[in-house]
Antibody, heavy 123, light 109 residues
């Protein structure tokens, strides 16, 4: 079955960077895009951006432009999200989610989701 | 700030029907999708496109849209439907950027 398995929890100091991984299985990795979504404690969902696993094209949310980089490694069917210059308000659970429709050049709808990775930013 | 607005909370009696709404300018042009999230769990897609349900989603979930408002209807709500629900759609910039709604907590009485 289609599955996305994310890396474990991280604790970072303000100003540091974090890189979260999302390993896919059960489908042809390069046929679907992957979005990243985060959720601060007790808050709603925030779409961070999307990457095409086919050609590496990306779309990033405007508020994160310049701080976030999304990449893929097709040899291991893994997507990565790196966030730099971390602040306390970046503390959140970070999710990866696969597009439900394959073969398109932009994000569509997100299913399934990874289990989430808690990133805590604290001095 | 979010461009998609939802009521913070609604309640429904067991077996009755509840409608959750999502308002935003981009909904005049793009379909909303809907996600269910239970405490401590990842979100789950329940409706996408015009009114499509992923495999495994019960047919008591349905979606509709009119003007700048998208709706998720649960017909015959069950105890297991108690959760947070988020709408999602492209933003109003015209680029391939997405935004989530503010979320609605559904309580089944």
């Amino acid at each position: 079955q289609v599955q996305l398995v994310q890396s474990g929890a991280e604790v970072k100091k303000p100003g540091a960077s974090v890189k979260v991984s999302c390993k896919a299985s059960g489908y042809t990795f390069t046929s679907y895009g992957i979005s990243w979504v985060r959720q601060a404690p007790g808050q709603g969902l925030e779409w961070m951006g999307w990457i095409s696993a086919y050609n590496g094209n990306t779309n990033y949310a405007q508020k994160l432009q310049g701080r976030v980089t999304m990449t893929t490694d097709t040899s291991t069917s893994t997507a990565y999200m790196e966030l730099r210059s971390l602040r306390s308000d970046d503390t959140a659970v970070y999710y990866c989610a696969r597009d439900i429709i394959p073969g398109v050049v932009a994000p569509n709808w997100f299913d399934p989701w990874g289990q989430g990775t808690l990133v805590t930013v604290s001095s | 700030s979010s461009e998609l607005t939802q009521d913070p909370a609604v309640s429904v009696a067991l077996g009755q029907t509840v409608r959750i709404t999502c308002q935003g300018d981009s909904l005049r042009s793009y379909y909303a999708s809907w996600y269910q999230q239970k405490p401590g769990q990842a979100p789950v897609l329940v409706i996408y496109g015009k009114n499509n349900r992923p495999s495994g989603i019960p047919d008591r979930f349905s979606g509709s849209s009119s003007g700048n408002t998208a709706s998720l209807t649960i017909t015959g709500a069950q105890a297991e439907d108690e959760a947070d629900y988020y709408c999602n759609s492209r933003d109003s910039s015209g680029n391939h950027l997405y935004v989530f709604g503010t979320g609605t907590k559904v309580t089944v009485l």
